[in-house]
């Protein structure tokens, strides 16, 4: 099967065009690296440098494939709410071509990458996929539209699944290296954490929490666990049904909980400050992964060790291809 993998020069899809690769498919990729890097993309897939914006460049990136996973997006809560119509339009205008393009390919399968943000602050723990969609931020509500522009279009055949992303970390070493989470500006907990200094702690945002210990509490699944995932949706999509499914640990760790974790791993202490709270962060999320576990046979492997020990690793190996 040949797989059409946007965003594949990014974090998440750069290491699934890697496992994509080493479990046998064949693998096109469309990225126009404005956050991504081209030397993260293994050099046996076919690369088309363009935006999913560009309906030539996502009809070239087409050729050949079977199905698509779909990771190409702006992903920064806070980025969303100061620039909402880039939001708008790469995420929902984008999604939108890469839809209209498969229909005349006739590519008939598609897995999106979804997010738990289009939940918003959850009334209830564990989020399960029928909870409220109550996004609370401009990147929330667009993927949240994404999903439902995926729902109408399966009713015209699309085989779909949207996976919902808790908090996603660690890092995968590929047979060319790791490929480490190289975001600039990095906003995400693990990544910051590890490079903390007694010069320039990490922040702690907020210790007021209604929490046990008053730092906010999320759920980390593993980067290759969360692409292991991918291919099981990829495997087991049905024509004319889409189906919304929550990826996590089932789980949750606090700020302060992950901060003594990692110090254990690495064996020395994270230097920390404590901050104000930031904006449009909920106290808590965690997943009910449930139907992740009988729709697709999924459960995560890797603990928060582990995604703290690989991305230690990835971060001080030179990533390459
Ligand atoms: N945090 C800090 N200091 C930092 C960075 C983060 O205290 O320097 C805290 C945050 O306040 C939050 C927790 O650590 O409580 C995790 O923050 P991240 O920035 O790592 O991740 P988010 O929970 O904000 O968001 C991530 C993804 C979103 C996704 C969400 C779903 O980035 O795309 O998980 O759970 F929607």
Known sequence: MRVLVTGGAGYIGSTAVAILL?????????????????????????FVNGSILDIGAVSNALKGCDAVIHFAAKSLVGESVEKPDLYEDVNVNGTRILLAEMAKAGVRKLVFSSTAATYGEPEVIPITEDSLNKPTSPYGTT??????????????????????????AGAFESKSGWL??????????????????????LKVFGNDWPTKDGTCIRDYV????????????????????H?????????????????????????????????????GDPAVLIADISKAKSLLGWSPKRNIEDMVGDTWKSQNASTGN
């Open 143 to 168: 993927k949240l539209a994404v999903d439902q522009m995926i729902t109408a279009e399966s009713k015209s055949g699309l085989a779909a699944i949207s996976l919902r992303y808790f908090n996603v």
């Open 180 to 201: 480490a989470e190289r975001h600039d500006p990095e906003t995400h907990l693990i990544p910051n954490l590890l490079r903390a200094t007694a010069q320039k702690p």
């Open 243 to 279: 189906k919304i499914i929550n990826l996590g640990s089932g789980g949750g760790y606090s700020v302060t909980e992950v901060i003594d974790g990692a110090a254990k791993v690495i064996g020395r202490e994270i230097p920390a400050e404590l901050a104000s709270r930031r904006s």
């Open 22 to 46: 080493e479990r046998g498919y064949e693998v096109n990729v469309l990225d126009d690296c404005s956050t991504g890097h081209a030397d993260a993309v293994s050099a046996q897939a076919k």
């Open 222 to 241: 593993h980067v290759v666990d969360l692409i292991d995932a991918h291919i099981l949706a990829l495997e087991n999509l049905e024509v004319s049904n």
